[in-house]
Every structure is written in C-alpha cells, then in structure tokens.
C-alpha cells in the first residue's frame, strides 16, 4: 500500500502513450514495475479523495483514465457526503459501481475479500 506522493506511470498494451498520476493511495501487488523514483504498472487498487477543488478531474478523467489502463479497482471517497464508492472492471474492461456506502456501512472490496473500511471511522 502506498499514499501521496507516489509517481505511478501508468501503461498498456492497449494504449500508445503512457500517463503519470498521483493517487492518494495505491495498492501494488506487482513488485516488477518499481523503479528509483515511481512505479511503472497498473496498481490493482486506487483510492482518490474528492475535493472541491479535484471533484471534476477524479469523477471523470481519473475514472475514465484508471478504467482504460485496467485499474483493477477504483474508490471514490467524497469527505462533503461521507460516502465512499467501489467501482471494480467487469469482464469487458468497464467499471460498474460494485459498493457504495453513504454516512455509515462497510465498504468492501473486490479484488482483496479481507479490506473493508467502516464509513464512520473514515470520516470520525
């Protein structure tokens, strides 16, 4: 698990160019693709933190991005509703809302069956 600032450079065999991005947390379960200063890979899970000032850039770009490069997973906490989304890829590459937890709940992932986070102790 690895937090801000952490340089991932995203690649595909799909895609021509590659992609820096920042996440605010990442999971990496590929040693491989660690290098001196970044990451170079896909990360099987991303967690962004909404803000204002990000809203737009995390709900659409980063989301249509991380899809594209086959982020595994993507969660989506939003601090101004006390909510926490889980997209995860289904098998044609898309993201479908697979958790959402709103004020209290436990979100669980999907691609680690053990990680879940209570709502409540997120935004105490």
């Known amino acids: 698990m690895f937090a801000a600032p952490t340089d991932i450079e995203l690649v595909s065999e799909k895609l021509p160019e590659r ?5 605010d947390l990442s999971i990496i379960c590929d040693e491989t693709g660690f ?6 890979g896909v990360p099987t899970l991303i967690v962004e933190i ?6 737009a ?3 659409v ?3 249509n991005l991380y ?3 086959g ?9 101004m509703k006390e909510a926490v989304t ?14 959402i937890q709103v004020g209290t709940g436990i979100v669980q992932s999907v691609c680690f069956p053990g990680l879940s986070a209570d709502i409540q102790e997120i935004f105490r």
Do not use: R
């Not at 290098?35 to 170079?40: A, G, N, P, R």
């Not at 909404?50 to 809203?55: H, M, V, Y």
């Not at 982020?71 to 601090?79: A, F, G």
């Open 19 to 23: 992609k820096v991005v920042i996440p």
């Open 35 to 40: 290098k001196e200063t970044k990451y170079v």
């Open 50 to 55: 909404l803000s204002p000032s990000n809203q």
């Open 57 to 59: 850039h995390d709900l």
């Open 61 to 63: 770009t980063k989301f």
């Open 67 to 69: 899809m594209a490069y």
């Open 71 to 79: 982020v595994k997973e993507y969660w989506m906490i939003n601090p």
């Open 86 to 99: 889980v997209y995860a890829l289904n098998e044609e590459g898309l993201y479908e809302q697979a958790d």
